[in-house]
């Protein structure tokens, strides 16, 4: 039995973020969840798409996060608990579907999930999605700790039903990725099927409904405002004229902060967790007692503005800050530290930071940059475009997966991103633009979740582009999650039709396509070649299965290569692949035998015919 | 309680989120108010991965720079490299064998002198245990154990208010019965290394 629902209530368990959200929903009785994968959000799916198999949750791999938004609003229009997951990015591909099915709300509960990720350790950006919350209108949750990420979501299911509106569950990815001991709470048994009762004229949102469904929507706004004011999420500890409010897992930095400060006495801390609408009353009457009020916040001073429009609304004069030049910072996660020291300037508390240590003389240490995996098909796939380019004037857009590594020296195959998808959009203006030759990269899951309207537009809008779809038949880089495209009987799941990503592009009218095995080099080379010589749009399809996702299937890699007497220390191989399999001991190039997978794309490109496989 | 503040430091794969994981079982049935976080964004790609683990009644998830009390380091040139979280207090352990980033290995970076950068260790820190945790691991049948021998050495120097005991349980309750064996003599392996180099 899957972990997250073998316990029984009131045990305490090691949990990640991800995990207790999942537990959470399992506990609220969901019952469909959907879902786009996206780190840092990826565990809370991979535990619900596991739970599902053994029991009657149903559970999709939506195609992108604006398809999971819309499934999960009509299960939810039809009576049923329905969560949609998605990272802080996927609510702009969901954004469209969310602020006018604010207007149109639910009847069962609905929560989505954001998970934001600051500083950017997985994500092309660090924008503030709690800005989605005011703009579409709807509740929003923050929790601080992992016990409250789980306890979060059964109150946001009851308060979706109370409102009849989604509420949004925004996390950052320091809550999503931290473990801490939960206490478990009981599961409520769900309900799997329910019924939709037609209502157009509240359902279909054409401009005379939706101009008495945003009236509706704002009345409701005035009752969830009562709710936040009086939420137990929204609390004051502590006491003094210094007033200091605070969210998710800022809360924490500030709650160490001043114990370690050891001004408990002199602040009071406002903890908002129901952040949306804000707790306007609640952060009267506290900015009433303060002489000073510092705001900590990461990301944007959502809360800051808000404050400082209340206290003017009050007649209020006190020093309120936040974000500026000597305070906090719109960039990356804050640390207990800096927001100890940040806190200790502000309210001038005397206060020692831990000294560093002298390491002006530390040796250099040489960078661990990610690099894609030994025997990865991508490498090969960017070797086989390089080689068949040569010459030509190129432009290399790219896309969001493992292959965006592509990017890094000695391929260097990657120009432009800017979101999924767009690869093939820019293409086509780059081509219209210049008169390099354009040559895009996008994997096999981003095709699926947004290349097939640019790959359209691409085709009717006559663009001269080459696009090379490389399918390693997984979603890899977020952790091998299933796509439309993927044979599922391969995950021991049966009922399932692989969509074909070749009879797309060719129904879609792309003239030119080809499928190429791209371990396999001279051939795929010449494929290219082709491809870049045709007039319009034309797709080269590489085909290679995941090699870790293969490991993870327990298929068997090819034997392992080594480097035989021949070698003339050419360094081809290292130097144009970068595969870490390679080393250089004692100035020649060797192959690592445990890391080596087979792949033979060296022992091809090798002038010597220096590198053979190992016999058994 | 006092807050401990540990940080370990791995290359990706090499076992530092199941060690984690075997602290955070072993606070949980030792009583121990436990808090980790990890950063492993890219790690299978062959990436640094990050865990920190804050003991004690500090909210926090993560350690800033200067406030690890204990540092544990799967690799010298990560153990290195994480020094910015040290102060003069710290106790640092560290795996001595190598595993020299791609950087290396194509000649556009070039790895530390071993002996120098543990100098460098030993004279700014509290205490340095150093043990080749990779010899360790291959004596007690699997390589892949380094994490378990270097929990051994952890948890001999006392840094970590968990008894040696809760751990082993741990190591029972999260890691594979195949490598039950392997995993436990690993630990005893890392301990009395440690213990011998005290």
Known sequence: MHKLIAEPPDTKMLLLGNEAIARGAIEAGVAIATTYPGTPSSEISLNLFQISQESDLYFEYSTNEKVALEVAAAAANSGLRSICVMKHVGMNVAADALLTLAYIGVKGGLVIVTADDPYMFSSQNEQDNRFYAKLSGLPMLEPSSIQEAKDMVPFAFDLSEKLQLPVILRTTTRINHSTAIVVLGKILTLKTKDDFIKDPFNYVTVPAVSRILHARLLKILEQAENISATSDYNFITGGGIFGIVCNGISYNYVFDAVNDLNIKDKVKILRIGFSHPMPQTLIKDFLKGCEKVLVVEEGEPYMEEAIKAFAQEEGLTIEIKGKSRDLFSRLYEFNPAQVRQIIAGYFVITYTPAQALNLSQMPEVPQRPPTLCAGCSHRATFYAVKKAAEGMETIYPTDIGCYTLGFLPPLSMGDFLICMGSSIGSSGGFSKATNKKILSFIGDSTFFHSGIPGLINAVFNKHNATLVILDNGTTAMTGHQPHPGVNMKKLNLDGYEPVSIENIVRAVGVSHVTVIRPYRIKKSIDAIKEALNVDGVSVVISQEICTLYAKGLKKGHGRPFYINEKCKNHRECINELACPAFLIEDGRVKIDATICTGCTVCAQICPEHAISPLKK | ?198
């Open chain 2, 1 to 198: 309680m006092d807050t401990t503040r540990l940080i370990i430091v791995a290359v990706g794969g090499q076992g530092n989120l199941l060690a984690s994981r075997v602290i955070g079982e072993a606070a949980l049935n030792s009583g121990i108010p436990v808090r980790m976080s990890e950063i492993h964004g890219m790690a299978q790609r062959g990436g640094v991965v990050e865990s920190a683990i804050i003991f004690g009644d500090a909210q926090s998830t993560i350690i800033s720079d200067n406030e690890a009390d204990v540092l544990l380091g799967f690799e010298p040139s990560e153990t290195l490299r994480a020094l910015n979280k040290c102060n003069s207090d710290t106790v640092v352990i560290t795996n001595l064998a190598p595993l020299p980033p791609f950087t290396v290995a194509t000649g556009s970076d070039t790895y530390p002198d071993l002996d120098g950068l543990l100098d460098f260790i030993r004279t700014r820190t509290a205490r340095l245990i150093a043990l080749d945790a990779t010899a360790l691991a291959i004596e007690a049948g699997n390589i892949l154990s380094v994490n378990m021998v270097l929990l051994g050495a952890l948890f001999q120097t006392n840094a970590i208010p968990i008894p040696s005991q809760r751990v082993k349980e741990a190591i029972a309750k999260v890691t594979r019965k195949a490598f039950l064996e392997s995993n436990l003599k690993a630990f005893d392996l890392g301990f009395t290394a440690a213990s011998s180099i005290g």
